[in-house]
């Protein structure tokens, strides 16, 4: 019988460089399936999380509406610019000073956890037998080095390479700057001091980047009069429906391309949705009739897109009732605005479009939220053994 003398084969194995009684293209039909994972990496979405996350879209669109407010009101002069550039600016120093001191509570939080883990590791040091039998030292012999309990001391410059005098337990030590045995400074210095450089400033590094965020400053508001004349004759031969059209296609571009996932260890805001704002309030502001008016929509521009989203992020990571209070300012703003230039209202149309503006946004978070959770429903990922490796890339060396 042919069949009871055929050799037996081994179990397969997913290897192709292992010789093998089976071909390359050869499948297990038993443990094809036996791996199978169906969605591996599904987070199931939760209505309220959404909710919440979804204010930060919220925040930003809303911020894109009293921008737009603001450059009607001004170019139909119901609004002055100057009002309008002023409260900006009276809000973005005080945004600035609340991020300043934000921070500075930070700092001292963590310099305050890094002295008390310090001082637990001096404490695990000083109670071992080792650090027990060594903390007296004797005449003659090494003492232990700080470096060892993890905490290095800076010494003055001025006592580098400075003889101390005689010691009656130490013996003395030659001189370490030295270059020859002879005392001639025939090599380089042996000292293990890098050269010493005269960096020193009479500004803390807090101080020092308070003034150069006000010499920035200065410099913006100094460039924006500079230019303004110049912005203002940018467009004159356009016509004003090329204007709007692209003024509206930026914003949108704005709108569709800003990173709404950026944390706060984010500087600056996406470089494209922030050129493409500053360019439509450019192709805007060349539509006023005076530099004056130039000027205020340009600066009110830097503030609202390349400022305020700084200001958001960070307020989000601090308070979260802070930025609630802010999700709702910015709507009520946003809904009166819109609906006072559309209608041409006052008081009246104003509560009108803050009292609709405020329902169609919670209704438009509630809907988007639940569209979101029901859309996972479809979501049908399949993974195996069959798939091929994914390669881990190190992004240094180890």
Same mark, same amino acid.
């Given at each position: 019988?042919?069949?009871?003398?055929?050799?037996?084969?081994?179990?397969w194995?997913?290897?192709?460089w292992?010789?093998?009684?089976?071909? !390359?293209?050869?499948?297990? %039909?038993?443990?094809?399936?036996?791996?199978?994972?169906?969605?591996?990496?599904?987070?199931?979405?939760?209505?309220w999380?959404?909710?919440? !996350?979804?204010?930060?879209?919220?925040?930003?669109?809303?911020?894109?509406?009293?921008?737009?407010?603001?450059?009607?009101?001004?170019?139909?002069?119901?609004?002055?610019?100057?009002?309008?550039?002023?409260?900006?600016?009276?809000?973005?120093?005080?945004g600035w000073?609340a991020r300043?001191?934000?921070?500075g509570?930070?700092?001292?939080?963590?310099?305050e956890e890094?002295?008390r883990?310090?001082a637990?590791?001096?404490?695990?040091?000083?109670?071992?037998?080792?650090?027990?039998?060594?903390?007296?030292?004797?005449p003659?012999?090494?003492?232990?080095?700080?470096?060892?309990?993890?905490?290095?001391f800076?010494?003055?410059?001025?006592?580098?390479?400075?003889?101390?005098?005689?010691?009656? !337990?130490w013996?003395?030590?030659?001189?370490?700057?030295?270059?020859?045995p002879?005392?001639?400074?025939?090599f380089?210095?042996?000292?293990?001091?890098?050269?010493?450089?005269?960096?020193?400033?009479?500004?803390?590094?807090r101080?020092? %980047?308070?003034?150069a965020?006000?010499?920035?400053?200065?410099?913006?508001?100094?460039?924006l009069?500079?230019?303004?004349?110049?912005? @203002?004759?940018?467009?004159?031969?356009?016509?004003?429906?090329?204007?709007?059209?692209?003024?509206?296609?930026?914003?949108?571009?704005?709108?569709?391309?800003?990173?709404?996932?950026?944390g706060? %260890?984010?500087k600056?805001?996406?470089?494209?949705?922030?050129?493409?704002?500053?360019?439509?309030?450019?192709?805007?502001?060349?539509?006023?009739?005076?530099?004056?008016h130039v000027?205020?929509l340009?600066l009110?521009?830097?503030? *609202?897109?390349?400022?305020?989203? *700084?200001?958001?992020?960070?307020?989000?990571h601090v308070?979260?009732?802070?930025?609630?209070?802010?999700?709702?300012?910015?709507?009520?703003?946003?809904?009166g605005?819109?609906?006072?230039?559309?209608t041409?209202?006052?008081?009246?149309?104003?509560?009108?479009?803050?009292v609709?503006?405020?329902?169609?946004?919670?209704?438009?978070?509630?809907?988007?939220?639940?569209?979101?959770?029901?859309?996972?429903?479809? @979501?049908?990922?399949?993974?195996?053994p069959?798939?091929?490796?994914?390669?881990?890339?190190?992004?240094?060396?180890?």
């Amino acid at each position: 019988d042919g069949s009871a003398r055929a050799p037996k084969r081994g179990a397969w194995k997913k290897l192709l460089w292992v010789k093998q009684a089976y071909p !390359d293209n050869y499948t297990d %039909e038993l443990q094809f399936l036996s791996h199978l994972q169906r969605n591996p990496t599904l987070r199931p979405y939760e209505f309220w999380p959404l909710v919440a !996350d979804s204010t930060i879209i919220v925040q930003h669109v809303a911020s894109v509406i009293i921008f737009v407010c603001c450059f009607v009101g001004i170019f139909k002069e119901r609004v002055s610019p100057v009002s309008v550039v002023s409260w900006a600016t009276i809000g973005t120093v005080l945004g600035w000073v609340a991020r300043d001191w934000w921070i500075g509570r930070e700092e001292e939080q963590r310099l305050e956890e890094e002295l008390r883990a310090a001082a637990s590791k001096l404490a695990d040091a000083a109670g071992t037998p080792e650090a027990s039998d060594t903390s007296t030292p004797l005449p003659g012999a090494a003492t232990p080095s700080s470096d060892s309990l993890g905490i290095s001391f800076h010494h003055p410059p001025s006592t580098r390479g400075v003889s101390r005098g005689p010691s009656p !337990d130490w013996p003395s030590l030659p001189d370490l700057t030295t270059g020859h045995p002879s005392g001639a400074p025939t090599f380089a210095t042996y000292s293990h001091y890098p050269p010493y450089e005269n960096r020193t400033s009479r500004f803390s590094p807090r101080n020092q %980047e308070r003034l150069a965020t006000a010499k920035s400053a200065i410099l913006i508001y100094c460039a924006l009069l500079g230019l303004s004349p110049i912005l @203002k004759s940018l467009t004159k031969s356009t016509s004003p429906d090329s204007i709007w059209a692209m003024s509206s296609w930026l914003i949108s571009i704005n709108v569709f391309t800003f990173d709404y996932g950026a944390g706060v %260890e984010a500087k600056f805001p996406a470089p494209l949705s922030t050129n493409a704002a500053l360019m439509a309030s450019t192709v805007l502001a060349s539509r006023l009739p005076s530099t004056t008016h130039v000027f205020s929509l340009t600066l009110f521009s830097i503030e *609202v897109f390349g400022l305020f989203p *700084v200001f958001r992020r960070l307020l989000r990571h601090v308070s979260w009732v802070g930025h609630l209070v802010l999700t709702g300012g910015l709507i009520v703003g946003a809904g009166g605005g819109l609906c006072v230039i559309i209608t041409g209202g006052a008081w009246k149309a104003a509560t009108v479009g803050v009292v609709l503006g405020g329902l169609l946004t919670c209704l438009a978070m509630g809907m988007t939220s639940w569209w979101l959770i029901g859309l996972q429903r479809f @979501k049908d990922e399949i993974r195996g053994p069959w798939d091929p490796a994914r390669p881990v890339i190190r992004r240094r060396w180890d």
